[in-house]
């Protein structure tokens, strides 16, 4: 079946750039679950969704952090991926990617997640 | 604060019932827009219980039901188990930011 691997850094400076990519293997990121996001979640807080992809490559980001987020494809490799900029403290957290198979459906398939700290 | 309200924690013993809530608004719940929960452990991710509302994935037991009424739903969990100890989050979609919402989550605490 269908798995998801997230993989970036572990740690990230005050005020640059956090990068994380999310592998798809087991199928095609183009085929069945159509919509890809990242979430992330501060140590002992709540879910927050960062945003999502379409395989046609259309995006859409929380309004919290549009300013901040890029998410981009590349289905040659089969990933997507999370760039976050001018990160502080408050963006640590496990970061998680997920598919969908439309914007309105249940996150039905997750990555294990993947620890990142911001500190100098 | 999440768009989505949950109780905190709930807490239960063995083999009796418990709900957990959901309540959101005209923008998400209210709209019309389905409700999905979640069961997450300690340092894993969050697996699907329920989808659209009141389905269960293959797998999770008919203990585990949910349901959906004008802006919140609900999630029961009937004959607790020791197993059952963990947190638990709701998750629909949202017209302002079109894109998805979760609660803040509900620690269930099997005594």
């Known amino acids: 079946q269908v798995q998801l691997q997230e993989s970036g850094p572990g740690l990230v400076k005050p005020s640059q750039t956090l990068s994380l990519t999310c592998t798809v293997s087991g199928g095609s990121i183009s085929g069945g679950n159509d919509y890809w996001s990242w979430i992330r979640q501060p140590a002992g807080k709540g879910l927050e969704w960062i945003g999502f992809i379409f395989t046609s490559g259309t995006t859409n980001y929380n309004p919290s952090l549009k300013s901040r987020v890029t998410i981009s494809l590349d289905t040659s490799k089969n990933q997507f991926s999370l760039k976050l900029n001018s990160i502080t403290a408050a963006d640590t957290a496990v970061y998680y990617c997920a598919g969908q198979r439309s914007p309105y459906d249940v996150f039905d398939i997750w990555g294990q997640g993947t620890m990142v700290t911001v500190s100098s | 604060q999440s768009v989505l309200t949950q109780p905190p924690s709930v807490s239960g013993a063995p083999g009796q019932r418990v709900t957990i809530s959901c309540t959101g608004s005209s923008s998400n719940i209210g709209a019309g827009y389905d409700v999905h929960w979640y069961r997450q452990l300690p340092g894993r991710a969050p697996k699907v219980l329920i989808y659209v509302n009141s389905n269960r994935p293959s797998g999770v037991p008919d203990r585990f039901s949910g349901s959906k009424s004008g802006t919140s739903a609900s999630l029961a969990i009937t004959g607790l188990q020791a197993e059952d100890d963990a947190d638990y989050y709701c998750?629909?979609?949202?017209?302002?930011?079109?894109?998805?919402?979760f609660g803040g989550g509900t620690r269930l605490t099997v005594l």
């Open positions: 998750q629909s979609h949202d017209s302002s930011l079109s894109g998805s919402v």
